[in-house]
């Protein structure tokens, strides 16, 4: 197990998926759109494109939160290895602080591991408050990974 400090989230995905599947459902928005919140989140609007510089924007709705919108800037990307991005909410409450996501991809068998690291975080609480989302939003993305690499719906083989 990996040791992280108070201010960093780190989260680990198995999937039984190739790299360039994996990766690929976060290069491509309209993938992205199919797995992007947690479980009682719908993403409604993802202006994503992997080119380092270009800043991004989303929004994602539900019936008992509403409507978030979050954004940033792609830092870089490293074709079925690595995304590197800034992540921000938008906020009414003043400006939320912005935080560093790194996504990794390690291919071993056929089968991927995804790493996921966020930081920094201005509290403990602030880091814990995403555990639950992004670990719900991974768990819908593993699924739909894994229904693609089965040959399930909509995989386009490019």
């Known amino acids: 197990m990996t040791s992280i400090r108070d201010d960093e989230l780190l989260i680990e995905r198995a999937f039984d998926a190739p790299a360039a599947l994996v990766f690929r459902l976060w290069e491509d928005r309209d993938h992205l759109l199919r797995w992007w919140g947690p479980e009682e989140f719908t993403a409604t609007e993802l202006d994503w494109e992997l080119t380092p510089g270009r800043p991004w924007r ?34 009414e409450l003043g400006e939320y602080p912005e935080t560093l996501v790194t996504v990794s991809f390690v291919e071993r068998d056929g089968r991927t591991m995804q790493t996921f690291h966020q930081a920094p975080f201005p509290e403990v609480a602030s880091r814990d408050s995403h555990v639950g989302g992004w670990n719900s939003m991974f768990d819908k993305q593993r699924s739909y990974a894994e229904d693609l690499a089965a040959g399930g719906p909509r995989e386009s083989r490019t």
């Not at 954004?71 to 921000?88: D, P, Q, Y």
């Open 58 to 91: 989303g929004a994602m709705a539900s019936m008992q939160y509403g409507l978030s919108t979050f954004g940033g800037v792609i830092r870089s990307v490293e074709k079925n290895r690595r995304i590197v991005f800034t992540f921000r909410w938008d906020t």
